[in-house]
């Protein structure tokens, strides 16, 4: 087994940036063999097809994913919201676009946290409303694409509602569409 082959399973299994030190004292070699090692599979992996890179960040050296696989990432690996902040995205969605003010009358002044964090995370857009001091809002295509939905159901006012409770009465008492 080579130095470098041994920092290459040092870093794979310790999944976090180390120290030159570090890593020596892992190897159980001295710094100036680890500095060759490292320099040895920088270059390795510079040259292979892999998803793979060693790269040195300001904690020292990291065995981690490619930059061009990041939004593979984020399609694969499921997000951590809270149920505020889901609750707060389904009714943003199912009421898109929705005036923040009346998001907060909806949901409550949890809407000030969550919807930072939905925006960051590229499930909503933010936008001065001309009409209105507040934020108009509404889901992007992420959001689409990320829950895999292609159109929400339109959500009835409560007039629609009604309306539509009276025509299903109406139909019933004609013994139209019975269950029978």
């Known amino acids: 087994m080579t130095t470098a082959t041994k920092i ?14 570090e890593i020596a004292e892992y190897a ?18 510079a040259h292979r097809d892999s998803a793979l890179e060693v790269v040195e960040t300001p904690n020292g050296y990291s065995l981690q994913l490619r930059s061009d696989f990041h939004d593979l990432v984020q399609t694969l690996i499921p997000l951590e919201l809270g149920l ?4 707060t995205l389904a009714a943003i969605a199912l009421n898109s676009p929705i005036l923040q003010s009346d998001l907060i009358d909806l949901r409550g002044s949890g809407v000030y946290q969550h919807v930072p964090e939905l925006v960051e995370l590229g499930f ?8 209105s001091r507040s934020y108009s809002l509404q889901i992007t295509p992420k959001f689409h694409q990320y829950f895999q939905i292609e159109q929400l159901p339109q959500i009835l006012d409560r007039s629609q509602k009604e309306e539509q409770l009276e025509l299903d009465l109406t139909l019933q008492e004609e013994g139209v569409g019975s269950r029978e």
Do not use: F, H, W
């Open 28 to 45: 159980a070699c001295d710094r100036a063999t680890v500095q060759e090692g490292i320099m040895e599979l920088i270059d390795s992996y």
């Open 8 to 21: 290459e399973a040092i870093l794979y299994l310790k999944g976090k940036p180390l120290s030159l030190g």
């Open 124 to 131: 909503v857009r933010k936008r001065r409303d001309n009409d």
């Open 84 to 87: 505020g902040a889901l609750r």
